[in-house]
């Protein structure tokens, strides 16, 4: 089992950036596609963006391509999403999951791991 832990919320001005990070403990985490969810205040979760185990197919929301990039370091168990020129709309409490078939997956229905989720707040 894997255990995910998100960092890097915080509040920002539009137009501004954070990075976020993801970090795992226990599992094998090198094998997991992982994926980055959101989800504002009466709203559902929806993706943002997905990399594959190995970091060579990556995939995002289309409001998020161009400003967000999803990386990973497996030495370090590590998920990172940075965000650039964030907009009030990108205002959410944002997830990372694993998805344990390894592709990385636009369908949060493959994820079965789940962090505790970090508040982003970009205020304009």
């Known amino acids: 089992q894997v255990q995910l832990v998100e960092s890097g919320g915080g509040l920002v001005q539009a137009g501004g950036s954070l990075r976020l990070s993801c970090a795992a403990s226990r599992g094998t985490f090198s094998i997991y596609g992982v994926g980055w969810f959101r989800q504002a205040p009466g709203k559902e979760r929806e993706f943002v963006a997905a990399?594959?185990?190995?970091?060579?197919?990556?995939d995002y929301r289309d409001v998020v391509k161009g400003r967000f990039t999803i990386s990973r370091d497996n030495a370090k168990t590590t998920v990172y999403l940075q965000m650039n020129s964030l907009k009030p709309e990108d205002t959410a409490v944002y997830y990372c999951?694993?998805?344990?078939w390894g592709a990385g997956s636009t369908d949060i229905k493959t994820y079965k791991y789940w962090g505790q989720g970090a508040q982003v707040t970009v205020s304009s």
């Open positions: 990399i594959s185990w190995s970091g060579g197919s990556t």
């Open positions: 999951a694993a998805d344990t």
